[in-house]
């Protein structure tokens, strides 16, 4: 436990520094303001926490948050928590980075905004909504991503966890538009299926979005006579911008516009800002001054503002585009009329929003204690908060330019497949923005930005001039007409075996390791095998994937017996496009890796840690055992020869020594096999090595053990007929990659030419 834990933090140092040093604020922001930091919003959440009203100004999610945590640790305890889901937001960025091969640097720096930003740990001191808010934000990203294509269930829960943002912020009201474009457009993510499949996905997001939001409306409409969400009051989310930019006395008014409409000039309501307007202006004391008894402000305020934008939408338009530019301004200054900025900001003292007996009741109430706040902490984090301790907006602009570059395909981004995965977060992160700078601008509304936008920029940074190592499928050289034809996939038995397999298992996701298995008769051996296979290795959950290719005999039983994953091929096309099938479905159901052994028994499953360990720790791409680094048990003479000249050719070749071209016991990241061509019926283990040394793999010999078969013959036939039948797959395969290579550089060579030929 303490050797992996001691290589985990060796390899991912710079995040392990990240998160203790994020560690440390959150520890000293804990002492410094306790129990915690209570804001104006944050006394109507206390005040709805067990009544759980939809009718006011705020939706009830984060009350349904704040419930149970009051009930265990009081408001000490929601502060715990809220930044222990801070750190975890970094965390979760780097992680997703990773997954997607985004270097170890760049995904740390990605996740430092959320870890070290001094707004980010004053918010998660604070009662309210914004952390929760940004937590489902990112799980929506990682359903949406983490698995590849999504399927039609997980697109579904991926809409019911952004519906849910909406009941925590109802700004997230219109984050649903950005994540079905996605779901629509996420080509670089999956396998060519046409437009039905992304449409019913698309459809499923939709659909889950748009159920759990109305039934969240229609709650509050039976509970509190109010369909809706939650907003910014009666007047609705525009009223303030309107209230301060209309004219009042140029435009046609009915009596009670009018009486709404400011009559201050212009330029005294900019200096006082929206917020008055959206929040005070209408506290009943002005209500019961400046307006007749029974009025309906809310519909005089509505109606006021739909003529404020018919008449005057530059005026709008160019104020929200103001306020959405001003979250990428490079320190936190503040505008005229803004939300005052201090409101975000630790103080010396404990700030109070609210009377100070009313205060203290709330945190006596849930923390038999009062208010305190310690000086020297405080100014300790108020220093390092003024003193540049936060993220500049010029970077956050910065990381969502380059994600904007990527998906429209600048540099390498257009075969990265990276474009897609680029697009949710930026188009999350900017339209969760935009949509706040409608109402108003404050920099609590710009928090969303620190988890998305440094995740969108490191995916469009390495997708523009990176070569992501888990997405090098995009940059193999193209294969000719002939081979796309040989290897297409699925062909007509791959559709049989599918759809079978699907009925059996459904919709089911493979854990992060498959062993994979083609068997032909084996069913004297395979189930000895199967019982080999351990549940975990190198800290990750192993599933196992038995393709039977067209068996006799009772294969297909005995692994379902043993609990494997099995799909039955109907015919026997040969162990080659077995393994296809398996390499496809693992992808398709989520794997991270492939390890493949033989059925017969001829490999020690024990040496797995061997293969999977360098690909967990990225030091290589795909990992083989070697018989000759290892032992081999009995080996027939000119088996053992051919072993050696074979290494010797494929080392000459290839300009990469090899040692043992055709051990079967390899593992290799999940996409790898699925990037090269591949369509050998029978002697697919050279022609997979070959093909994978001529991109430019990182490949890795392991010493193992070749035991003798446990049971059974084997398949491919005399040493004679089988050395010159693999000779002919080794020699074949180099010559295919070598040529596909040579095409796939030679537009370029003209391209590069071609100016010069304009220039004279």
């Given at each position: 436990m303490t050797t992996a834990l001691t290589r985990v933090l060796r390899r991912h140092w710079l995040l392990a520094l990240l998160v203790l040093a994020g560690l440390v604020l959150r520890t000293i922001t804990q002492l410094a303001y306790r129990p915690a930091l209570l804001y104006i919003d944050s006394f109507r959440y206390l005040d709805d926490v067990g009544v759980f009203y939809p009718g006011g100004i705020n939706p009830v999610g984060y009350e349904w948050f704040l419930w149970p945590l009051l009930g265990i640790g009081g408001l000490t305890g929601v502060a715990v928590v809220q930044h222990l889901l801070g750190l975890a937001l970094g965390v979760g960025v780097y992680v997703l980075l990773r997954r997607f091969g985004v270097r170890e640097w760049l995904a740390a720096l990605a996740s430092a905004p959320v870890l070290l930003d001094a707004y980010q740990l004053q918010i998660e001191q604070l009662i309210m909504s914004d952390l929760l808010f940004q937590v489902l934000l990112l799980a929506a990203v990682y359903l949406l991503c983490w698995w590849g294509p999504p399927t039609p269930k997980v697109a579904a829960v991926a809409g019911g966890v952004l519906a849910l943002s909406v009941m925590v912020r109802s700004v997230g009201l219109t984050l649903v538009l950005p994540a079905a474009l996605f779901v629509l457009l996420a080509t670089g993510l999956r396998p060519p299926g046409g437009w039905r499949p992304r449409l019913i996905a698309t459809g499923a997001l939709v659909a889950g979005f748009t159920a759990a939001v109305?039934?969240?409306?229609?709650?509050?409409?039976?509970?509190?006579?109010?369909?809706?969400?939650?907003?910014?009051?009666?007047?609705?989310?525009?009223?303030?911008?309107?209230?301060?930019?209309?004219?009042?006395?140029?435009?046609?008014?009915?009596?009670?516009?009018?009486?709404?409409?400011?009559?201050?000039?212009?330029?005294?309501?900019?200096?006082?800002?929206?917020?008055?307007?959206?929040?005070?202006?209408?506290?009943?004391?002005?209500?019961?001054?400046?307006?007749?008894?029974?009025?309906?402000?809310?519909?005089?305020?509505?109606?006021?503002?739909?003529?404020?934008?018919?008449?005057?939408?530059?005026?709008?338009?160019?104020?929200?585009?103001?306020?959405?530019?001003?979250?990428?301004?490079?320190?936190?200054?503040?505008?005229?009329?803004?939300?005052?900025?201090?409101?975000?900001?630790?103080?010396?003292?404990?700030?109070?929003?609210?009377?100070?007996?009313?205060?203290?009741?709330?945190?006596?109430?849930?923390?038999?204690?009062?208010?305190?706040?310690?000086?020297?902490?405080?100014?300790?984090?108020?220093?390092?908060?003024?003193?540049?301790?936060?993220?500049?907006?010029?970077?956050?602009?910065?990381?969502?330019?380059?994600?904007?570059?990527?998906?429209?395909?600048?540099?390498?981004?257009?075969?990265?497949?990276?474009?897609?995965?680029?697009?949710?977060?930026?188009?999350?992160?900017?339209?969760?923005?935009?949509?706040?700078?409608?109402m108003e601008f404050s920099w609590r509304y710009q928090l969303p930005g620190l988890v998305l936008l440094p995740l969108a920029g490191a995916l469009g940074a390495t997708a523009i001039f990176g070569r992501p190592r888990a997405l090098r499928t995009a940059h193999r050289p193209q294969p000719s007409e002939e081979s796309q034809m040989l290897t297409t996939f699925p062909d007509e038995v791959d559709r049989d075996a599918l759809e079978e397999y699907a009925t059996r298992y459904g919709e089911h996701r493979f854990a992060p390791v498959v062993v994979l298995i083609a068997a032909y008769n084996e069913e004297e051996s395979i189930g000895e095998v199967l019982d080999a296979v351990p549940n975990r290795s190198c800290g990750l959950d192993v599933d196992t994937l038995v393709v039977v290719d067209g068996a006799k005999d009772r294969t297909a039983e005995v692994a379902l017996d043993h609990g494997a994953h099995t799909c039955v091929a109907p015919t026997n096309r040969g162990q080659g496009a077995a393994l296809r099938l398996g390499y496809r479905l693992a992808e398709q159901r989520g794997a991270r890796y492939v390890v493949t052994t033989d059925a017969d028994g001829q490999y020690d499953l024990a040496e797995l840690p061997k293969l999977l360990e360098p690909l967990v720790e990225d030091r290589a791409d795909f990992v083989t055992g070697s018989r000759r680094l290892g032992s081999n048990e009995r080996p027939a003479l000119i088996r053992r020869i051919g072993t050696h000249v074979f290494a010797w050719v494929v080392s000459g070749l290839t300009r990469q020594r090899i040692t043992d071209t055709s051990f079967g016991f390899r593992g290799m990241r999940v996409e790898v096999p699925n990037s090269v061509t591949l369509q050998q019926p029978q002697y697919q283990s050279s022609e997979l090595l070959v093909g994978l040394l001529s991109h430019g793999y990182r490949v890795l010999e392991q010493p193992m053990r070749m035991l003798p078969r446990s049971a059974g013959v084997s398949k491919k036939g005399s040493s004679l007929s089988y050395g010159y039948r693999y000779a002919k797959v080794v020699l074949g395969t180099w010559w295919r990659e070598r040529r596909s290579s040579a095409r796939a550089q030679a537009p370029a060579e003209e391209t590069v030419s071609e100016p010069a030929a304009v220039g004279e």
């Open positions: 109305l039934g969240y409306a229609l709650f509050g409409a039976m509970i509190a006579g109010k369909f809706g969400v939650g907003g910014s009051g009666g007047g609705g989310v525009l009223f303030g911008r309107a209230a301060v930019v209309a004219n009042c006395h140029e435009l046609d008014l009915t009596r009670q516009e009018q009486l709404v409409c400011p009559d201050e000039p212009r330029e005294v309501r900019e200096r006082i800002g929206i917020d008055f307007y959206l929040h005070v202006w209408d506290v009943q004391a002005n209500v019961d001054k400046l307006l007749p008894k029974g009025m309906d402000v809310g519909a005089a305020q509505r109606s006021l503002t739909r003529e404020v934008v018919l008449n005057q939408p530059l005026d709008i338009a160019g104020g929200v585009a103001r306020d959405f530019f001003k979250g990428f301004a490079p320190t936190r200054t503040q505008s005229v009329g803004d939300v005052p900025l201090d409101r975000w900001q630790f103080q010396l003292h404990y700030p109070l929003y609210a009377p100070s007996w009313y205060v203290h009741e709330w945190a006596e109430l849930y923390d038999d204690g009062g208010l305190h706040a310690d000086r020297d902490l405080a100014s300790f984090l108020r220093g390092y908060q003024l003193g540049g301790g936060y993220t500049p907006g010029l970077l956050l602009g910065g990381a969502l330019l380059l994600a904007t570059a990527a998906v429209l395909g600048a540099g390498r981004a257009r075969r990265s497949g990276l474009r897609a995965v680029a697009l949710l977060p930026a188009g999350l992160a900017t339209t969760a923005l935009l949509t706040a700078s409608i």
